[in-house]
């Protein structure tokens, strides 16, 4: 698993992906960071986590789409599943990998957070927790677009896919709560209990609980494993 | 030993691989031949673990590839038709990332990739992109890590495809060597490569093997006809008339007229009996001089021609 993890790290930046990814996503944190916090004189980061997260959403694909769409493509899954590793390390190496690169792109908003402690007096657990929310919610996107990635041999496609299941979680926790079904007056509740905002937002309002912390990581297991089912199921049907 | 036991393969209605079985033990090279599409691929797919066979087992040293894969896998090299290489990477790195995953001890892996290197010809590559390399050279890097980790089973898909006649041999010679120590199954569709390379060949069609023995029994098994080919001076009835009297002649075929002033005949005889000091004797005492005669064994190539033919009528 760590050759496979250090060789996708590598490559993130062997090709322009890694640095455009990096790019975009600390353009528009600077951005955020100008309008939100120094213009408004507001040692808020929540601010911040709230108004990236939704343009998370759009640039997340870029991170994922050629993990295993790609493999395929270039027939070098043919190496990878010849190996002796197992399918399941195949998978979580390249997903530590993807999420390695988000925390390292994480790391470099420090700036803002210096920037911050110089010039106010922010809640010093108030912004590690919601630093910790945001990179759950990321490594929950991270997961959706790793499983869009095995089911298609395009990146373009694993892009475009892992876009709409992610417009389709927001969607949903958005209207959920003012769904009046009949017979189903148990569903508002039920797509409450499944959001992954919600369970965000209580990080950046300073709440850590384990509840929510199982809830995500359990969100990724269950990805993950459809990832390696779906490999396996494909080298079944397909030649 | 790698071996295959009535493996089959079927995608929907199609038979990919249909009752393939073989074994290939150490110090041996089965060559694996058959037309495009006659499931060559499909078959040594199954047989590196890359897919699972809907029927059948594949067994290395008595150990199943679907219950013992990291054991198996460990022991098989594989080179697909179209080899698994990362564009982004540096050679060096590839046969790193290879050996990695093919569990090669951490400290010997700079050690091995020289080794790999210095095998295939590559020392002077080791730090250019893939991207970069020739056709020839990727393949080499493709055969460097099938040869990852010393596996003791090699299955190297059409491993001479797109090389350069001087390429070819220098990959043959390679495999040759190989030969003696490892177990390898070559494919291909190029009858003088395995008539080169192998001393045995199994012939597939549509996904069945139609045939499987040595080169040798391959040959001259087929029947127990010995042919003959004469060119002779003179007219056809002269020459048919001197040759039909010859004791243990089986079938004559006329040819007809290569040459001016000759023609040609088929003699065909039982395999113990050569006729031909017989004949060239006969038509010397009769003025009809043998200008040309050669011996017709079946080559690989006509037993290619008939098997598969067979399977398409």
Not at chain 2, 4 to 27: H, P
Not at chain 2, 74 to 85: A, H, K, N, V
Request: proline share 5%.
């Amino acid at each position: 698993m760590g050759a496979v993890y250090k060789r996708e790290l590598q490559s993130y930046f062997y090709t322009p992906l890694g640095y455009v990814f990096m790019g975009v996503f600390l353009l528009l944190t600077g951005i955020f960071f100008l309008s939100g916090n120094l213009l408004q004189m507001s040692a808020n980061l929540g601010v911040l986590f709230d108004s990236m997260s939704f343009l998370f959403m759009l640039i997340m694909p870029v991170l994922t789409m050629r993990l295993l769409s790609e493999e395929k493509r270039m027939r070098t899954d043919q190496l990878l599943l010849t190996s002796p590793l197992p399918v399941g390390a195949i998978v979580l190496g390249k997903y530590l990998a993807a999420i390695t690169v988000l925390a390292l792109t994480m790391l470099l908003t420090a700036p803002c957070v210096v920037i911050l402690f110089i010039y106010g007096a922010p809640h010093a657990p108030l912004i590690a927790s919601g630093y910790l929310g945001f990179f759950l919610l990321g490594a929950s996107y991270v997961a959706v677009g790793i499983l869009m990635s095995a089911l298609t041999e395009s990146q373009l496609t694993a892009a475009v896919a892992t876009f709409g299941v992610n417009l389709m979680i927001q969607f949903l926790e958005s209207v959920g709560p003012s769904l009046d079904v009949p017979l189903m007056p148990w569903l508002p509740s039920a797509i409450g209990w499944m959001s992954l905002y919600d369970r965000y937002y209580a990080f950046t309002a300073g709440v850590v609980s384990t509840a929510d912390l199982i809830y995500f990581l359990s969100f990724i297991a269950v990805l993950l494993f459809l990832t390696a089912r779906v490999i396996d199921r494909r080298r079944w049907r397909s030649a | 030993m790698i071996e295959l036991k009535n493996v089959t393969k079927r995608y929907g209605d199609v038979l990919a691989a249909d009752n393939v079985s073989f074994r290939v033990e150490v110090g041996q090279i089965l060559g694996f031949l058959g037309r495009n599409g006659a499931g060559k691929s499909t078959t040594l797919s199954i047989a590196s673990g890359y897919i699972p066979a809907t029927e059948g087992q594949v067994l290395l040293d008595g150990h199943d590839i679907l219950e013992e894969p990291r054991y198996v896998k460990r022991r098989i090299g594989y080179l697909p038709e179209q080899p698994p290489l990362y564009p982004d990477m540096t050679v060096d790195e590839y046969l790193r990332f290879a050996c990695r995953i093919k569990e090669v001890d951490k400290r010997r892996v700079a050690s091995h990739v020289g080794e790999l290197c210095e095998l295939t010809g590559l020392t002077d590559h080791r730090k250019r992109l893939i991207r970069h390399l020739s056709k020839g050279y990727c393949q080499r890097v493709g055969m460097a890590q099938a040869l990852a980790g010393n596996p003791e089973v090699l299955l190297l898909d059409e491993p001479t495809v797109g090389l350069d006649p001087k390429q070819i041999i220098g990959i043959r010679e390679l495999i040759k060597a190989l030969g003696r120590d490892h177990a390898i199954v070559l494919s291909s569709h190029i009858l003088t490569e395995v008539a080169d390379v192998c001393e045995r060949v199994a012939i597939i069609g549509q996904g069945r093997i139609l045939a499987q023995d040595t080169l040798d029994n391959l040959a001259g098994g087929q029947d127990d006809a010995r042919r003959v080919r004469l060119r002779a001076a003179g007219a056809e009835g002269e020459i048919a008339g001197v040759l039909n009297a010859l004791p243990g002649l089986r079938a004559l075929e006329p040819m007809g007229v290569k040459e001016p002033g000759t023609f040609d005949f088929i003699l065909e005889s039982a395999r113990a009996d050569d006729l031909r000091p017989a004949a060239s004797n006969a038509l010397a005492a009769a003025g009809h001089p043998v200008v040309m005669m050669r011996p017709m064994d079946m080559n690989l190539e006509d037993i290619f021609l008939r098997l598969t033919g067979e399977v398409d009528s």
